[in-house]
C-alpha cells in the first residue's frame, strides 16, 4: 500500500507538469536568433513611417561585435546610419531580401544611406572584428541620398544589396591604408535617378575587388579615381533621357593600374574612357548599342595618349546610320594593344585603332597610322 501511495503520488506530479507546460505559450527560436544575430525589431519597428535614424544608431553603437538583423520591412531614415571601424567596436548589418532602409524626403545630408566606418576609423586587420560587412536587404536613396559608402576600416564586404534610386550607389572613399580601402563587394545591383550627376560606383579608395554588378539608370556607370582595383563581371546600362549623351560612359577610368575582365558597357555614348596617360588593363570586355539613339558611339576613349592594354574585345555596333569610333585618342603615340578585336570594319567610321593592333598586318597599321596623323592634324587646326 505504501508503495502504490507513492507511484501515485509520482504519476500526479509528472501529470501536472505535463499539463503545466502545455498550458504555457509556445515560443520557438527564430533562425535568425539561432544564429546568435540581434534583432532590431526588439528595438525599433518597421513600417511606422517614422524616422528610425537615432534608435537604429543608439543599438549599432550600444552594441559592439554583433551581427544586427533587420527583418522585412520599411524602415525610414532621415540622416546616415553610421557603422565603426575599429575593430573593437565594430558590427555588421544582415537585412532581409526585402528589409529597406529608405531615404525620407526630409533627408537631412547629401550622404549615403549607410556609411560603412562612417565613425571611428582605423587601420587595422590583425583584431577580431576588423572584417565586418553589410549584407542583404534594399538601400532605398529616393532620388535625394546616396546608396552605401565605404568610409574607413579594410577588407570591408558588401554583399548582394539591392541599392535603388541613388545619386551615387556605391562610394569607396579613400581607404585608411595610405589610401587603400581594400573592400570585398559582390553581387550589387544598382539603379540611379537617370540624371547627368547619377553614379553607379565611385571608387576613389585603393586595391578593391568588385565582382558580378548589375547598374542601370545612371550616366557613368563606374568612375574609378584609384588603383589596383580588379573588376569583374560588372555590367552597366544606359537607358536615361539622353541629355549630354555622348558624354555619358560606361567605364571612367582617371587612374591606371587596373584590371576589368567580363566588363560589359551597355548603350552608354562612351563604352571605356581613361583620362590620363596611365595604363590599365581590359579583357575579355563587351560593348554593345542596342539602338542608335543619342548620335557618336565611342568604343574606347583616351583623352591623353593611349597606354592600355586590351585583349579579346568585342564591339557591337547596332547601325551605321550614327558615328561609330572603335578608338578615339586625344594625343599622338601612346604604347597601347589592342589584340584579338572583334568588330564590324564596314561599321566603323575611323580606322585609327589599327595603328594599335598588335595582330594586325602592316598594311593595317600603316592605314591606322595615317588615320591618327590626319586625325591629329585636324586637332591641332580646330583649336588653333
Known amino acids: 500500500m505504501k508503495k502504490t501511495s507513492v507511484y501515485k503520488r509520482l504519476f500526479s506530479a509528472v501529470l501536472c507538469a505535463i499539463l503545466l507546460f502545455a498550458c504555457l505559450p509556445v515560443y520557438a527560436l ?13 528595438y ?27 527583418p522585412d520591412g520599411e524602415y525610414l531614415l ?52 576588423s572584417n565586418y560587412s553589410f549584407e542583404g536587404g534594399i538601400i532605398d536613396g529616393n532620388g535625394v541620398a546616396n546608396g552605401i559608402s565605404i568610409n574607413s576600416g579594410r577588407e570591408t564586404a558588401v554583399r548582394n544589396v539591392s541599392i535603388k534610386n541613388t545619386v551615387i550607389g556605391l562610394h569607396i572613399m579613400h581607404g585608411a591604408n595610405s589610401g587603400s580601402s581594400d573592400a570585398d563587394i559582390f553581387g550589387v545591383n544598382i539603379i540611379g535617378t537617370g540624371t547627368t550627376e547619377s553614379v553607379g560606383i565611385l571608387l576613389e579608395g585603393f586595391d578593391n575587388t568588385l565582382t558580378n554588378m548589375r547598374i542601370g539608370n545612371v550616366f557613368t556607370g563606374v568612375h ?6 580588379i573588376l569583374r563581371n560588372i555590367h552597366p546600362l544606359y537607358y536615361s533621357d539622353y541629355t ?14 587596373n584590371w576589368f575582365d567580363y ?16 595604363a590599365s588593363t581590359f579583357h575579355d570586355c563587351f560593348i554593345y548599342w ?9 568604343a574606347f576613349k583616351a583623352d591623353k595618349k593611349f597606354n592600355s592594354t586590351i585583349t579579346n574585345f568585342k564591339i557591337g555596333f547596332n547601325s551605321d546610320e550614327v558615328n561609330n569610333v572603335v578608338l578615339s585618342v586625344g594625343e599622338i603615340g601612346g604604347e597601347g594593344t589592342i589584340e584579338n578585336l572583334d568588330v564590324s570594319s564596314a561599321m566603323a567610321d575611323s580606322n585609327l585603332y589599327k595603328a594599335y593592333l598588335k595582330d594586325g598586318n602592316i598594311f593595317d597599321r600603316l592605314i591606322g597610322f595615317f588615320s591618327l596623323l590626319i586625325e591629329f592634324i585636324k586637332t591641332q587646326l580646330f583649336f588653333k
Open 78 to 129: 532621415s540622416s546616415p546610419v553610421y557603422t565603426p571601424a575599429e575593430p573593437t567596436q565594430a558590427v555588421s548589418l544582415k537585412l532581409a531580401d526585402f528589409a529597406v532602409l529608405k531615404a525620407s524626403e526630409n533627408w537631412q545630408k547629401g550622404e549615403a544611406v549607410v556609411q560603412l566606418g562612417g565613425k571611428f576609423p582605423a587601420n587595422n586587420t590583425h583584431t577580431n572584428g
Open 244 to 257: 549630354d549623351y555622348e558624354n555619358s560612359c560606361g567605364f571612367l577610368v582617371e587612374y591606371g593600374n
Open 224 to 229: 574609378v579615381k584609384s588603383a589596383g582595383n
Open 30 to 42: 527564430s533562425a535568425d536568433e539561432e544564429a546568435g544575430y540581434l534583432l532590431i525589431t526588439d
Open 263 to 278: 566588363c560589359y558597357s551597355d548603350q552608354f555614348g562612351i563604352g571605356f574612357r581613361t583620362t590620363s596617360n596611365d
Open 290 to 298: 542596342y539602338s542608335a539613339n543619342g548620335g557618336k558611339h565611342t
Open 44 to 70: 525599433v519597428q518597421p513600417d511606422t513611417g517614422e524616422d528610425l535614424s537615432t534608435a537604429i544608431q543608439q543599438v549599432i553603437d550600444e552594441n559592439p561585435n554583433r551581427t544586427i538583423f533587420f
